[in-house]
């Protein structure tokens, strides 16, 4: 098939998912998402790229209350824990943040990763075995930016332990949980990312993470930008 | 900002770009890459989501000829040992596969993960350290989509030695290169992924790869498709 640019409105499509994506947390609406549209939203998911076309990924969708108070419950354990690593007044700013929409979300998808499919040599992960990790975080992406597109909004979850949500989701040893999603509709966004609306960190000029042919002398102190 | 549904041309977009979305390998056109155009497909990569807004992606952008064969030698050297790890029938099978453009592709871009970025506790970070790597995916997932829209293909190397190619482009060791990717203007796509269209594998049914609330007993057989 013809491998043109797209047409100016179409362009526009993408570029404006994927810069008014955001991280919801918070702002979801309990109305159910109709079957179709979690459906095409999948179908963006399974249309990632895929290390030797493994397609390693699995979507677990949890919409029982039950079910995701027992998430929930393993969430705020981890959330405990994660805040006391901060220092004192880090710690407070991180407790007033909302960092899941666990409950909110009417639905969460637990995104996964099969280590073992494809059998035992995979074209394209001889030498990187993390590739099949990555190709299941661009369905997820993908997942994210169909979304937007729909006035869904998509938060992802990063704090539990992932062997306890494992075992709550009966999810086999040699599958890995990539990501944990709350999807709902939502009214409004944040117009920037949540963090830097709410001051935690800004976002960096661009111009500094670019470098030509190789990584400079000096490259590293250029880029970092330690909190403390 | 509200966070309506898009239009109908601009949510085709979204999803025209994410179903037509390709691994250029080989049929990449020569012509140079427009600044401009370069500058907006690394904006939408900066507009990733990131763990804790931590941005921990860097671009290194090879266009030199001598930089890339260098990056083309240690692909040959790690491809070669890759077909020997396939049974004879599969390796000659490999072998005809051509899996990389790194010398048609006019634009080469080394995109690299800074494990230190935004110093030593990073919200969201706290249990699960991969998050870093996932953010910079989904950067190189951005990129992509961004490239489709532009009618202008990528492909994701991934067979190199990590060692090498880091100490090639004299990537510092706090710093992992999460993809490797060519990218330059093209003329067709395959309507399918190449890997399918060439008889490799096929695609999964989506419904044998989404479960309710929970990864279901005897899952595991379901989902596998070992080739050997």
């Known amino acids: 098939m013809p491998a043109a640019a797209f047409g100016a409105d179409e362009r526009a499509g993408v570029y404006r998912a994927i ?5 919801v947390r918070n702002e979801f609406l309990p109305d159910a998402l109709p079957a179709a549209l979690v459906r095409r939203l999948l179908e ?10 493994m397609q390693p990924w699995n979507f677990i969708l949890l919409r029982e209350r039950e079910r995701r108070e027992a998430v929930h419950r393993l969430f705020s354990h981890a959330n ?8 004192d007044e880090r710690g407070r700013a991180y407790r007033a943040l909302k960092l899941e929409g666990i409950l909110a979300a009417p639905l969460n998808i637990c995104v996964t990763c ?19 990790l ?4 661009c369905a ?3 997942l994210w930016l169909a979304a937007r597109a729909e006035g869904v909004g998509v938060g992802w979850v990063s704090i539990y332990h992932a062997d306890e949500l494992k075992a ?14 709350c999807v709902g509709y939502v009214d409004q966004l944040y117009a920037r990312p949540e963090l830097a609306e709410k001051g935690w960190r800004e976002r960096l000029p661009l111009d500094e993470l670019i470098f030509e042919e190789g990584w400079p002398e000096g490259g590293r102190e250029t880029a970092v930008t330690p909190d403390e």
Not at 114 to 132: A, I, S, W
Request: aromatic share 6%.
């Open 114 to 132: 099969d280590r073992t499919r494809g059998g035992r040599v995979v074209l394209g992960k001889t030498h990187n075995p993390e590739m099949d």
């Open 19 to 23: 810069e008014t994506r955001r991280d």
């Open 44 to 53: 963006a998911a399974h249309h990632a790229p895929s290390v030797g076309f």
């Open 168 to 181: 709550l989701l009966n999810v086999p040893d040699h599958v890995a949980i990539v990501a944990y999603l």
């Open 134 to 137: 990555y190709s299941t975080v």
């Open 80 to 87: 405990d824990e994660a805040a006391a690593m901060f220092g």
């Open 140 to 142: 997820v992406q993908n």
